[in-house]
Each structure stands twice: as C-alpha cells, then as structure tokens.
C-alpha cells in the first residue's frame, strides 16, 4: 500500500515535474528581438539612428517641403499657360454641307 | 350648291395635305437617312458575320456605329472577331472608349474583353499605350480589385518593373499601387521582391522606405521584413504636405492625360473630316448624296471628340482651382450638346449650329481659365518669394549655428559672401514679379483671345526664370543643411564647401522678354492705349487643311510610351549614359534632354535620333559633374517624357 501510494505520488511529482518543463515560453510582440538577439538590436539601432540622422532636417530649414510643393505647383500652372486655344477649331460651318 | 361646296372643300383638303405631306415624308425619309447609311455602310463592312453577332452590332447606339464606321475594315474585324458575350460587354462602353479600343491589336482587345463589365470600363479611360504595356503583363486580371488611379501608377513603371510584382498576391499589390507614383517606383526599383510582398510591412512602413537616401536603403533591403519594419519604426513618417501634393499631381497629370488623348482623338477626326469635305467638294453630283451623309457622321465625330476634349480639359482645371467661373454650368451645356450629337436624326443645320455655338463658347471660357491660371501663377509666385525670404533668413541663423559648431572663419565668411547673393537675387525676382503683377492685374475680359495668349506664353517664360532661380536657392539651403549634418557627425566639410551653389543666371534673351512685357506696360499706362499686334482670336491657328496636314504626325501620341531603363554617370569619363525603350506603338523621332543638378542647376540638351516602337536606344550626354535626374521629352510627342534619378558608376 505505501509502495503504492509511493509509486503514485512519484508519478504525480514526474507529471507535474515535466508540465514545468514544456510549459509555454513568454510571447514576444512581433518584432521585437529577444535578449539573446541584443547584440543584433544594438546594430539595429545604430542602423536606425544612422538613417533618421540621415534624413533630418535642422529645425532651422523647417518649411522646406512646403517650398518645394509650391515650386512644382508652379511649374504646372506655368504649363497650363502654354495651352492655346486651338480645340476651338472644328472647321464646320454652313460651307461644309454646301 | 352647298354640296358643291363640300366636295370642293374635300378636294381642296385632300390636295392641301398632298401639297404638306410631302414635304413632310421627305424630311422623315431624310432623317432616318443618315442613320440608315450608318448601318448599311456598317453591314457593308460585316456581311460574312453570322447573324447573331451582326445584329449585336447593328443595336449599337448612333454615336457608336459612326465611331466604328470610321474605323479601317481590319480594325472592325477585330471587334467582329469577339464572342457574342464580349461584344455585349463592350457595347456597353462610351463611343470614346470604343474608339480607343480601336487602336489596340486582336491580342490586346480579346485580353481587356476578357474582363468582367466594370474593371473594362475602368481600363479603357486609361490611354492606349498604357493599356498595351498593362495587357502585357498579369496585372490586368487584378483590374476589377483596383481603382482607375492603381492602375495608371501601376503603368507608370518600366515593363521591367511591373514583370516583377505582376506575380505578388493581390493584398500586397493593393498595398503597392496605394503608394503615390514616384514612391511605388522606387520602391518597386529598390526592394526585393520578398520585401515588397511582406504582410510585415504596411503602406508607411513602405512610403517611409521610399523616401531612405539611397546608400541607406541599400543597406535596409537586405534585412529580414521584422527587421526592417524594426528600424523604419524610428523614422519619420512622410510629411503631410508632401503626401497630400503627390496625390494632387498625380490626379492633375491623369486629368490632363486625358484631356491630351481627347484632344488628339478629335485632332485626328478632324483631319479625316477636311480630307472629306475636300472629295466631297470636287464630287460629281451623283456622288455628293451618299459623300454628305458620310460627312455627316465624320463631323458628329469632331464635335464629339472636340466637346470631350473640352471637358477633360475643364476638369483637369477645376482640379488646379483654375476653371472659369460657372465651371459646372458649362460642363452641363457641353454635356447637352454631347446628347444633341448623340441624336440618331441629327441634321447638318443642327451639326453647323453646335459647331458655331461651342466654338463661341470655348474661346471666352478659354480666355477667362487663362486669366485665372495667371492670376493663380502670382499669387504662387509671392507665397514662394515669401517662403524663400523666411528659409534665407532662417539661413542666416544657421550660419551662425555653424560657426558656434567650428566652421572656420573663412568658410563662414564664404557662406555668408553666397548668403548675400542669393537675398539679393531674390529681390531681383520680387522686383520683376511685382512688375508683371501690376501688368496682369490689368487683364480683364475685353482683352482678344490672341492677345490673351501672348500675355500668357511671357507669364509662363517668367515663371520658369522664377522656378529655376528658386531651385538654386533651395539647393544652396540644403547645402547648410549637409554641412550642420556633416559637422554634427565630425565629417569632413571640405567637399561640401566646394562649388557652392550659385544664383542662376538669366540670358539676355530672356531678360529682354520679360523686359518686352514690361515696356508694354508702361506705354500702356503713359499712352493710356496700347496698339496690340494680334488682334486675330488665334494669331498662330493655321488654316484647316493647313492644321490638319501639321497634326497629321501628332496625332497619333496616344499610341506613344517611352520607358528610361537606367541612367548612369561615369566620372572618370564625366559622361551620362541613359537606356531608353520605346514601349509604345509610335516612332519617337528626336529627343529633348534635360540634366538637373544637385545645386538647383539645368542643362539642356538635343539628340536627333530616332526611336522605333520596341527598340532601345543608349543615349550619351557630357557632363562635368553628376546630375541628380535627367528627364528625356520625345520632340514629336512632347507629353511623352521620362525621367530618372543618376546613379553613379565610377569615382
């Protein structure tokens, strides 16, 4: 009966032991690089710091983009002045069924 | 007697309507002329088609059996060639549709003929040559998925470009043709395939990849998409303003397209109609009957086209905010003249009459979007002046931030010498816009249509002198921001230092064009009148036969695709070296080249060589330094251009 009851809780501690084991790792969000990627994620950053750098402005030159919308708006008006009025022309009039 | 008298009257009736009735059944017989010759001319060209297609064919509309009429007998056959089910589907489609259809090949027209109802009417308002360059590639099946405007960026890239995503599924290809054009290119040209098709990356992950300086992104393509998505998360997003002005090109760009392939349809129409009108004049009399009714339906066609031209046109300004007043009360009246034409019994007087009453009405609503795109243009031209006033003052401070940062003494009191330049040549192009400002504000409705025009071509010589002066302005203020940049990381500024960008100059050409303008004005205010030159409405309008006989070439521009493979600068040779495809059905002849460089500067170029539709062409222009784009305008197409940003090949 002890061997028994000795047999079944070492079966139950084995159990409860192994679902330890397996128990499911900590989701990481999408992503994300893990601690053992750190070395990655520093070279990661460093990347991201070099490009943003790269492409910032200094606050100074703030207003930039809105110039160079306003340079192409003008080169399409300046096309439009180009535009004659030559669709008026259908070379009909009354001589035409004569 | 009384009997007498009602016989005499009942005789009298009778003869009285005899004598009414016959007038009366001539011009019944003589409306439905017009429509009958249509159809036996029609069945003339159909007669070896089984009779279920035949009869398809006869229902079509009267706008739709002249369209298909003035089509060569091959091209019908093309159409006659298709499934009963197909031909339902495309009598469905508006007559300029169906005459654009027209111009593609058997292949192509059983592809698009081949999709269901909608996704054909989306494609068709597209222009022939990007109708062929889609119809060459699987992205046409995923048309009834995408909008008008997907389709059309899709079209903007290189066939080289759409065979590499024309395999992607169709999410990511959804996500792709949402971005604005210039930003789907470079990232179609930059990123791998794996990278493009990535459920990771969302549209800003892929608008903020678009706009990563090149060395950069080299460096990004190759990482996993998590990775990528990873670092881009610290970047900025696309600024508001620039996303909003690529939306707003692009739709201006397809407007005027359209309006372009309207104009050259009814361009070419009314060629064919003088030819006509020619034979119809030296024909015999028994010949003129059936010639006048054929003549009839050609100019149906020209107003027809001539009045959609017209509306592409307004639209493409209402877009710009440039449309004359009451724009949606014109676009109405167009749009009844349109019904009127579509009128099975429609009479030559009728045709003559619409013919008189639209070319009255375009020349003044003509006149009045001219008015308002110069009035526009200055009002551009200030806001610019003022921005570039506030960006050089701003300049200065930056300036100052530089010499606080070490920039020697030397190199400051250099940018400071630049500095002063650039506010001085400002003030040259305040002072000249102020001028022309005081000129234009003159402009009022009493003003000829050719005189109108004159005004407008200087306005537009002024604003290109004004552009390519700010351009330089700008440049130089981005070379203060590399060299913050540069000192910020302790980099070498030497190279930055050299060749600073320069105010650009004007020729006296030039000059003297604008100075004209000027000099005109101020006789006009000290004389109180100014004697015009050009008092015609169309000063430079050739005469009909003579127009015709020019547009002849010009024409057919629709059928006209151009395609830049690459563009290349070797320094050790300092020359550029540009690829170039004709992927439509025209032959390019002549090219017009155009290098823009880093400090704001442009030159230009000709080649007179010519192009054959599926060949290439290496073009090599010299150049002392790299130029940042170069774009290519075909000189017997001009709306036909190209361009491409350089890269380097050797140092």
Redesign the interface.
């Known amino acids: 009966m002890n061997i028994k009851f000795l047999a079944i809780m070492l079966a139950v501690l084995a159990i409860v032991a192994f679902s330890g084991c397996i128990q499911p790792s900590e989701e990481k969000p999408?992503?994300?690089?893990t601690p053992s990627e750190s070395p990655a994620k520093a070279t990661?950053e460093k990347?991201?710091?070099?490009?943003?750098?790269?492409?910032?402005?200094?606050s100074?030159?703030a207003?930039?983009?809105?110039?160079?919308?306003?340079?192409?708006?003008?080169?399409?008006?300046?096309?439009?002045?180009?535009?004659?009025?030559?669709?008026?022309?259908?070379?009909?009039?009354?001589s035409?069924?004569e | 007697m009384n009997k007498r008298v009602l016989v005499i009257a009942i005789l009298a009736l009778i003869l009285i309507s005899a004598v009414i009735a016959q007038p009366l059944a001539g011009i019944a017989e003589k409306s439905a002329v017009g429509k009958r010759l249509v159809k036996t001319r029609i069945l003339e060209k159909l007669q070896h088609l089984p009779k279920e297609k035949r009869e398809l064919l006869e229902n079509l509309k009267p706008a739709k059996l002249r369209i298909l009429n003035a089509l060569k007998s091959d091209d019908i056959k093309k159409f006659a060639e298709l499934d009963p089910k197909h031909l339902e589907k495309i009598k469905k489609l508006k007559a300029r549709h169906l005459a654009k259809l027209g111009k593609l090949d058997k292949q192509v027209l059983q592809k698009i003929a081949d999709l269901p109802e909608e996704a054909m009417k989306k494609v068709t308002k597209l222009k022939v040559a990007r109708l062929k360059k889609l119809a060459n590639t699987k992205l046409l099946q995923h048309a009834k998925q995408l909008k008008e405007e997907h389709m059309w960026r899709l079209s903007e890239l290189r066939t080289d470009e759409l065979k590499k995503i024309e395999n992607i599924d169709e999410k990511a290809l959804k996500k792709l043709a949402k971005l604005p054009a210039p930003l789907l290119r470079r990232v179609v040209a930059e990123l791998p395939k794996e990278v493009l098709e990535s459920e990771?990356l969302n549209e800003e992950d892929l608008e903020k990849l678009a706009?990563?300086?090149p060395e950069?992104l080299e460096?990004?393509k190759g990482l996993e998409p998590?990775?990528i998505?990873?670092?881009?998360?610290?970047?900025?997003r696309l600024?508001e303003?620039?996303r909003?002005?690529l939306i707003a090109?692009e739709r201006?760009l397809l407007a005027k397209e359209r309006y372009l392939a309207a104009?050259e349809m009814?361009l070419e129409a009314?060629h064919k109609?003088?030819e006509l009108?020619e034979r119809f004049r030296q024909a015999s009399p028994e010949d003129k009957n059936k010639l006048?009714e054929e003549?009839?339906d050609h100019?149906v066609l020209?107003?027809t086209h001539?009045i959609e031209?017209?509306i592409d046109?307004l639209e493409a300004?209402k877009d710009?905010n440039?449309a004359p007043a009451n724009v949606d009360e014109i676009l109405a009246k167009l749009n009844s003249m349109l019904e009127t034409l579509e009128k099975e019994d429609i009479t030559?007087a009728e045709?003559?009459d619409i013919?008189?009453e639209?070319?009255a009405l375009?020349?003044e609503k003509?006149?009045q979007a001219?008015i308002r795109?110069?009035k526009?243009?200055i009002a551009?031209?200030e806001?610019?002046i003022k921005?570039?006033e506030?960006?050089l003052e701003?300049?200065s401070?930056?300036i100052d931030?530089l010499e606080s940062e070490g920039l020697s003494e030397d190199k400051v009191a250099k940018l400071r010498t630049a500095l002063n330049r650039f506010e001085e040549d400002l003030q040259w192009i305040k002072d000249k816009v102020e001028k022309a400002k005081q000129s234009y504000l003159k402009l009022d409705q009493e003003l000829a249509?050719g005189e109108i025009?004159k005004i407008?071509?200087k306005?537009?010589k002024l604003?290109?002198i004004?552009?390519r002066k700010?351009?330089r302005h700008?440049a130089f203020?981005?070379r203060?921001?590399h060299l913050?940049?540069a000192l910020q990381?302790k980099e070498d500024v030497e190279e930055l230092m050299a060749d600073l960008p320069e105010p650009a100059e004007v020729s006296e050409d030039e000059l003297g064009e604008i100075e004209e303008m000027e000099t005109e004005t101020e006789v006009e205010e000290e004389g109180g009148a100014v004697e015009t030159e050009v008092t015609e409405?169309?000063s430079?309008?050739p005469t009909?036969l003579e127009?015709?006989a020019e547009t002849a070439g010009g024409t057919e521009c629709t059928e006209a695709l151009l395609e830049m493979h690459s563009c290349t600068y070797d320094a050790t040779t300092n020359q550029v070296t540009v690829e170039l495809e004709n992927t439509g059905a025209l032959e390019l002849v002549g090219f017009q080249i155009k290098l823009e460089y880093a400090d704001g500067s442009i030159s230009e170029t000709e080649s007179s060589e010519s192009l054959i539709p599926g060949g290439t062409l290496t073009l090599t222009i010299e150049s002392e330094t790299k130029p940042e784009t170069v774009t290519v305008v075909a000189s017997n197409c001009p709306n036909i251009s190209v361009a491409l940003q350089c890269e380097v090949i050797s140092e």
């Open positions: 999408s992503g994300t690089p990661d990347l991201a710091e070099e490009i943003a750098a790269s492409m910032e402005t200094p100074e030159l207003g930039l983009d809105e110039l160079e919308v306003d340079l192409n708006e003008l080169e399409e008006l300046a096309s439009e002045l180009t535009e004659t009025e030559d669709i008026a022309e259908s070379g009909i009039d009354e035409t069924f | 990771e706009e990563v300086p950069k460096k990004l998590a990775k998505k990873y670092i881009i998360a610290k970047l900025p600024s303003a620039k909003r002005y090109k201006y104009k009814f009314k109609m003088l009108k006048k003549l009839l100019a020209v107003l001539q031209a017209a046109r300004l710009k440039s030559a045709v003559v013919a008189k639209f070319r375009w020349i003509h006149k001219l795109v110069i526009n243009m551009k031209l806001r610019i921005r570039g506030t960006l701003k300049a401070k930056l931030k249509p025009h407008a071509v306005a537009n604003a290109r004004a552009h700010i351009m700008y203020i981005m203060l921001a913050y940049r990381h409405e169309v430079e309008t009909e127009e015709g």
